[in-house]
């Protein structure tokens, strides 16, 4: 034992200094990780009774968000592309939350059609929508068109979801309160509407057309907000933070072998789905924002946005256009 003791203080003293390096690097990224995880929700609220519709959730923060709903008691529908996937994702959910009221239903965001086959099922089918969730994203793939020859970016995230919305409002206001929760994200610091060129026909970048859907994804919010004013329906959008998911899937087979290496230990420092669908949990449950609409938020805080997603006449614009788009107006 003595000898043991006296084994042990001799090491540490010889390695006194490799040692320290060692707790405080540990201590260190033990710390960074934590706060990379961001806020966490810490509502109780239970949604027996509710019903909530969120978009692409067969994988990553749409499937947590998803699962965290049917903890809650809601009814759940995972509105997805890909049926194979989003049932397998429906049963997972059922066993974990123990809650057998998950269903699926088809929507293809980048199909007007389709938006409106399934805004036409839920109309006719369901009593209620209290909660809609505008997850589903896609980020950074090629020059591809929509079925109605959108920009596939613009066509997904923006103005596939601006028709849903438009075509379950109804049903919302009736199941009042009730809440829009549209992900969008931090890239929209980075966007600029190209009101002259919105599918980006002439100068089609990945990165811009992203950046430019994830800016729609907050005005839309904002004037949505103000549209429905007194309805009871009350809008937010937000950004998840960095998340580990598929959706980087058109862009890393894109990186060379060094920016991969240099990717991975990036990858593994940031945010679980689980930790990613935190603000979106938030933003759909929180009874602190029962009264806030139109904001944007971050780590389960509210945010400033960049200037130009608080630009109204940006917003009013946006608006008519996708009116028009979609066949709306
Ligand atoms: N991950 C991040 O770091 C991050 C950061 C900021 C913002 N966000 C936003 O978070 C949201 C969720 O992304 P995620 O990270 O969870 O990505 P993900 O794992 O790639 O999931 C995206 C979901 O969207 C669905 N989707 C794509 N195109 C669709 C279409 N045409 N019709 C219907 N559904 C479609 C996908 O369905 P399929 O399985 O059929 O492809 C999938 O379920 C997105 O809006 C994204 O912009 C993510
Ligand atoms: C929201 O507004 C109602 C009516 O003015 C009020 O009773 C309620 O306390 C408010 N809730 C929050 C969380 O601010």
Known sequence: MQNYAAAVQDFVE???TGLTVVFVTGAGVLALRRWLAG????????????????????TGIGKETALDMAKRGARVILACRDMTRARIAAD??????????????????SSLQSVRDLAKDVQENEERLDIL???????MCPKWK??????????VNHLGHFLLTNCLLDLMKKSAPSRVVIVSSLAHERGKIHFEDLNLEKDYHREKSYYQSKLANVLFCRELAARVQGTGVTVYSLHP????????????????LWQRIIAMPIMMMIKS??????????????ESLANA?????SDCAPKTPAPQALDDAAAKKLWDISMSMVGLA
């Open 92 to 109: 997972d959910i059922r066993q974990r939350s123990g809650n057998g009221n998950v269903l699926v239903k088809k929507l293809d965001l």
């Open 133 to 139: 969730i505008n997850n589903a994203g896609i980020m």
């Open 241 to 256: 933070g960095v998340i580990r998911t598929e959706l980087v899937h058109h862009l890393f087979p894109t990186f060379a």
């Open 273 to 286: 789905p689980r930790e990613g669908a935190q603000t979106t949990i938030y933003c759909a449950v929180d």
């Open 293 to 297: 609409s139109g904001l944007y938020y």
């Open 39 to 58: 806020g966490v929700c810490r509502s109780k609220v239970r949604l027996d009774g509710k019903t909530v519709l969120i978009t692409g959730a067969n």
């Open 14 to 16: 010889r390695h006194a």
């Open 146 to 155: 929509t079925e109605d020859g959108f920009e596939m970016q613009l066509g």
